[in-house]
């Protein structure tokens, strides 16, 4: 029991109370775990003291000492705890900065089933839907955005190729808005969602050889927020 009560008062507590002083803590489920760890180490302190002083005897000496230590410990454990509510309270209040949205994406005219893909995701908010019934090839492409596209099953011309891309039926309503891409004159547009900003631009039309594909063609794009 002595060996466990000097390991526990020389290396456990000191290791809780450093774990807790120096543990970057940004929620507060971590923040109360720090607190939890703060509490065991003073309850920790509290019971090797009482235990140090019924095994050593109850001299004078023991008995002030062991006084001073509890003390410092009930002095000690809310002043931790409140340098704690505060750390918490100056997180909260740093402001969270949030990262613009930058990405690459693709619209590939060739059947879903075999890896194509007919819009463009714009930070997860709205959806740039290609307009399969605008002409459509290695110098321009349309897309819109707030239309409602409806499936249609690929279907293969006289030559056995199929030639319907991933979405052939494109619903528009009054709110829907088309954008024109042409790769020599009309690279990029400027769409406004919300109350943000996104700079979607044509950066490269690529033509595949992709097996019973009729002229599958690969539309990269960039997409960042301005």
């Keep these: 029991m002595g060996k466990i009560a000097v390991y526990v008062a020389t290396v456990v507590v000191p290791a809780i109370i450093v774990l807790a002083l120096t543990m970057n803590a940004t929620t507060p489920t971590e923040y109360q775990f720090v607190r939890i760890l703060v509490w065991i180490s003073g309850i920790s302190i509290f019971i090797i003291v009482l235990w140090a002083l019924y095994r050593e005897g109850s001299s004078i000496f023991h008995i002030v000492l062991a006084a001073a230590v509890i003390a410092a ?23 969270r900065v949030r990262q613009a949205f930058s990405a690459a994406d693709s619209i590939k005219s060739w059947p879903c089933f075999l890896g194509g893909k007919s819009n463009l995701n714009i930070d997860n908010i709205a959806m740039l839907q290609a307009d399969w019934t605008a002409p459509h090839n290695t110098r321009e492409i349309t897309l819109l955005l ?10 293969k011309s006289v030559q056995g190729k199929f030639e319907v891309a991933c979405w052939e039926v494109v619903m528009r309503d009054k709110d829907t808005r088309s954008f024109k891409f042409d790769i020599a004159s009309n690279r990029r547009h400027e769409i406004r969602i919300d109350d943000r900003t996104y700079v979607v ?24 927020e301005k």
């Design 73 to 95: 410990v009930i002095v000690g454990v809310p002043n931790v705890l409140r340098w704690v509510d505060e750390r918490e309270v100056a997180q909260r209040q740093i402001p």
């Design 146 to 155: 707030n239309s409602i596209s409806l499936t249609e099953p690929s279907r």
């Design 201 to 224: 631009a044509l950066l490269e039309v690529e033509k595949l050889e992709i097996k019973d594909v009729s002229d599958p063609l690969e539309y990269k794009f960039g997409i960042s």
